[in-house]
Every structure is written in structure tokens, then in C-alpha cells.
């Protein structure tokens, strides 16, 4: 079986935020990194989002670029990859703008999150919910299942905390960090990779691939070491 290549794709501020202490403040627009983000998704089969993220920005990214469509279509993908938003609560409202966006939608759960969810049944008509643990998202069924499915690239775009989880269970392969110029400080703004951190012993070491300068703007290519 040809084994499932995952990438992560997150940007940062040169002090290492993802998004400002107010997630909901608007941010500055960077086209390149913008466009960088839309070839990247266009190469993935499945895109992972945290549910966090999703609730703060209501819709999942999707492909527009005409020539990045095209191309998708040559190799025999859908026009848009599958998005798989990670929420172990199902604590997503129906009426959230992602349940309603021209995608196949996925979403990893927990069966805590379906028995609790007083919305479980509405969800169920507008994803496919996918119960992955009893009360913790076990992902080696999650990659087994992704196995099962056909699909070969995945892109985990963020938040932290889906990435953290990620990289704990060791299925982060690449990784593509944009920095952007700008610094948003605050002691409570998210970073690429949130969770409870990881002893030096046993933290990620990664090997950097490529560096891109645009403008302002750098783009990191790393590859995690195993
Ligand atoms: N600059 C960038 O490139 C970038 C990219 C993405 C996001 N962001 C920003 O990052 C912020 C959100 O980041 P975040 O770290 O707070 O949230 P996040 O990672 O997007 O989502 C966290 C939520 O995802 C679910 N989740 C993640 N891992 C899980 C696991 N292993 N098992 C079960 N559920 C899991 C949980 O959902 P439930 O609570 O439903 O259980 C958790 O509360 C937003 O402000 C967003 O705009 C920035």
C-alpha cells in the first residue's frame, strides 16, 4: 500500500503567532503566502482542520486558481479535496457556513462527542461523521481508515492544537511555515504547535528542505526526522 504523505501548512508572524490574541481581529493580507496556501491544498486529497479553527473562520479554504483546478483534474482528483474538520465535542453548529460550502466534508469525532452533541443527528446529514475513539481521537484508526479511503496526500492546515496532536502521534511528515513580516506579541495568541509541548528528548527534529524569500515574506520547507 503506498504510504499516506502528511503536510502541515501554517503561517506565522515573525514572533511565532498564528493569529492575534483576538482571533477575530482582522489580519493583514500577504497574496504570496496566499497563493503558496492554494497550491499547497490543491495537492491534497484530504485537508485536516482543527474544529477550532473553523469555528473562529466559518469556512474551510478552498481551490480557485483555474490552472491549479485543471491540474487537479488531470491527476484524476476532485475539484476540491475532502475537508475533515477534527472535533472530539462535535461542538459545531449546523449552521456554521463550512456545513453548507460545495465539498465533501468529513469530520472526525469521538463517541463522547456523539453522544453528547445535541446536534448529532442534523451533522449527520451534512457530513460524514467519522467515530474515532471513545472518548480520545485514536489516530492510527484515523490514518487506517484515511488508508482505506485511497487517499494518499493529507494537509493539515491548523490550528495548533490539531498540530500538536499530529505531531504527538508522530504523523507529521513535512512541514511548510510561512513567516509572515509583522508581529502580533500577546502572551495568549496561538503558535503552530499547541498542546503540552514536548521534552527535548522527545520533541520532533526536523531537517530543513527548502527556503523561499519573497518580498518579505519567507517560506520554510522542513521535513520531520524519524
Ligand atoms: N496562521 C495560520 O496559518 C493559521 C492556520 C490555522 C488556524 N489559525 C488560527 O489558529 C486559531 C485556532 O487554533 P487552536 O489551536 O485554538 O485550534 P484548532 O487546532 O484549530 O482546533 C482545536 C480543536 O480541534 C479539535 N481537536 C484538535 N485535535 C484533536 C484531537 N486530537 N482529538 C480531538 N479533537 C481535537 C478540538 O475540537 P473540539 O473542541 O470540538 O473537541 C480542539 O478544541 C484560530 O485563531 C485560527 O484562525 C491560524
Not at 456523539?114 to 443527528?121: G, M, N
Not at 492510527?140 to 499530529?166: M, W
Request: proline residues 7%; contains cysteine.
Amino acid at each position: 500500500m503506498k504510504s499516506i504523505q502528511t503536510t502541515v501548512v501554517l503561517a506565522m508572524t515573525a514572533d511565532g503567532k498564528i493569529s492575534p490574541v483576538d482571533p477575530r481581529a482582522p489580519r493583514g493580507s500577504y497574496p504570496v503566502d496566499l497563493a503558496h496556501l492554494e497550491y499547497q491544498v490543491s495537492l491534497a486529497d484530504l485537508v485536516l482542520v482543527g474544529a477550532g479553527t473553523i469555528r473562529t473562520e466559518g469556512t474551510a479554504f478552498t481551490i480557485c486558481n483555474p490552472e491549479l483546478l485543471a491540474a487537479r483534474k488531470v491527476r484524476g482528483q476532485s475539484p476540491q479535496p475532502i475537508i475533515c474538520v477534527v472535533s472530539g465535542s462535535l461542538d459545531l453548529p449546523p449552521d456554521l457556513p463550512f456545513l453548507s460550502q460545495d465539498i465533501e466534508r468529513w469530520i472526525f469525532t469521538t463517541g463522547t462527542g456523539l453522544e453528547r452533541s445535541s446536534d448529532a443527528t442534523t451533522l449527520h446529514k451534512l457530513a460524514e461523521l467519522i467515530d474515532l475513539g471513545d472518548t480520545n481521537l485514536d489516530w492510527d484508526r484515523a490514518y487506517t481508515l484515511i488508508a482505506e479511503r485511497g487517499i494518499h496526500n493529507v494537509v493539515a492546515l491548523g490550528g495548533g492544537s490539531l498540530t500538536a496532536a499530529l505531531a504527538k502521534a508522530g504523523r507529521i511528515d513535512d512541514w511548510w511555515l510561512t513567516i509572515w513580516p509583522v508581529i502580533y506579541g500577546g502572551q495568549h495568541a496561538p503558535t503552530p504547535v499547541e498542546g503540552e509541548g514536548f521534552l527535548p528528548s522527545a520533541a520532533p527534529h526536523l531537517q530543513l528542505i527548502e527556503t523561499r524569500q519573497v518580498g518579505s515574506e519567507v517560506f520554510l520547507h522542513y521535513r520531520t526526522l524519524k
